[in-house]
């Protein structure tokens, strides 16, 4: 009998010691930016690793690619790591969503009522979009997009109007990264690419001829913060039968006017 109770003893320690073991890298790192709080706002290698649980030199191995991505930075007085800037920018970008995602929704079914066509919201994540909200048309022939698919920015219509008023540099990273095309209509030239960015510029809004989906047009303005940056872009996307070059007119001061009242929301004011 006190066998077996000592069995279920050392049974019961080895499952609670089990997490500690299983603790994969990624897990290590996420629970290495978990340990900093308001009181704990710089760390060292011995207070993590006991924290954690684990080798010091399994910490430091984590802190030193974390800090080599941005996520963590380093005192040079003490030798002690701090959250970095990378951090913020990553929350950052999860308010900004929020944000103007909450703004957006109202209008969106707005436009989406108006148009009767399919309409998204996207980010600019790098090289790519992000749609982080959508509403299908209730046309049996629709553009579909599901929350977090991502597409190479110069072939939407959201990530040209995006892109059309980043600084030049993050164009031409884009441009040296190679274009690959998602259809044989995909604007993979770096000059037919700046002059299509161009005349974004000078239109205000994007039209997309199938450069994303053949068979599919869309046209999307841009959704500026309080210091006039954009930081988004509504579309409106839709087979080429029916989005024909008038309807897009049609459809164009419609979603300009969209994209400046979520704008406004959020705090831009036009000169």
Do not use: W
């Not at 897990?27 to 080798?55: N, W």
């Not at 009242?261 to 004011?269: F, H, L, V």
Request: aromatic share 6%; hydrophobic share 40%; proline share 4%.
């Amino acid at each position: 009998m006190k066998n077996r109770k000592k069995s279920s003893r050392h049974v019961r320690s080895s499952t609670q010691k089990k997490p500690r073991q299983k603790l994969s890298s990624v897990g290590t790192a996420i629970a290495l930016l978990k340990s900093f709080s308001e009181s704990d706002y710089e760390l060292g290698i011995t207070q993590l690793a006991k924290s954690l649980g684990v080798a010091k030199s399994t910490v430091f191995r984590v802190a030193t690619t974390l800090l080599s991505e941005g996520l963590l930075e380093q005192n040079q007085e003490n030798g002690r790591y701090r959250l970095g800037i990378g951090v913020f920018r990553l929350g950052s970008l999860v308010r900004r969503r929020m944000d103007v995602s909450a703004e957006a929704r109202p209008h969106l079914f707005a436009l989406r009522e108006s148009t009767g066509e399919t309409v998204h919201l996207a980010l600019l994540d790098g090289e790519q979009i992000i749609y982080v909200y959508n509403l299908e048309s209730n046309h049996a022939i629709r553009m579909r997009s599901d929350l977090g698919v991502t597409k190479p920015a110069f072939c939407t219509a959201e990530g040209l109007v995006m892109l059309a008023f980043q600084p030049s540099d993050a164009v031409d990273r884009i441009i040296a990264g190679g274009l690959k095309g998602r259809t044989p209509k995909s604007p993979t030239g770096p000059r037919k690419l700046k002059a299509l960015l161009d005349n974004v510029r000078a239109a205000g809004y994007a039209i997309e001829n199938e450069f994303s989906e053949e068979g599919m047009r869309a046209i999307a303005a841009p959704i500026r913060n309080n210091l006039g940056d954009v930081i988004a872009a509504i579309g409106v996307a839709g087979p080429t039968q029916r989005l024909s070059d008038s309807v897009l007119a049609e459809f164009a001061p419609k979603v300009v006017d969209t994209a400046l009242t979520i704008s406004s929301r959020i705090g831009y004011r036009p000169h």
